[in-house]
């Protein structure tokens, strides 16, 4: 069982190993933004920890999106509003419910600081990270292989 697991994660590290590492670099990148502005949210603007979560979700989601689609799975031309931008903003609706219910809960249960209502949120959003990668590259951005798909390179911008 381990070996074929085993197997399975080193398939997948060499035909998707160049894209899941852009996709964690804009991941890495996304979350960094997310996190500073749910903070800021919360102490410098004194929004609720609800307020600022929505906030960080809704201007950290547009950066997300072009860089996934430019970046991570290469694709170029017009955005296609219902097969690409529709389906990315849904997930990301879904990271947002699943994050808000996360931090509503910890709120509410508690009185936690913003550091507190940060790291619930980076577990939240953690949660899904795979799921979304999996999601985008078999669904949303499904199409013939990169050149970075063959040679395994991860290519930085």
Known sequence: MLATLTNSARAVRRRHGAKLARFGAVSAFNVVVGQILL?????A??????ASNTFSVSVGAVPAYFLSRYW??????????MREVVPFWTLALIGFAISS???WK?????DP????INLTNL???????????????RVL???????????DEVRII
């Open 39 to 43: 903070f800021s949210a919360q102490t």
């Open 45 to 50: 603007l004194g929004w609720s920890p609800l």
């Open 72 to 81: 991570v799975w290469e694709r170029r031309g017009r955005n296609q509003l």
């Open 101 to 103: 219910l996360a931090v």
């Open 106 to 110: 910890v709120s509410s249960q508690w």
């Open 113 to 116: 600081g913003p550091l507190v």
């Open 123 to 137: 577990a939240a959003f953690g949660v899904v990270w795979v799921s979304k990668f999996l999601i985008l590259d």
């Open 141 to 151: 951005f499904k199409g013939e292989e990169t050149p970075d798909d063959a040679h």
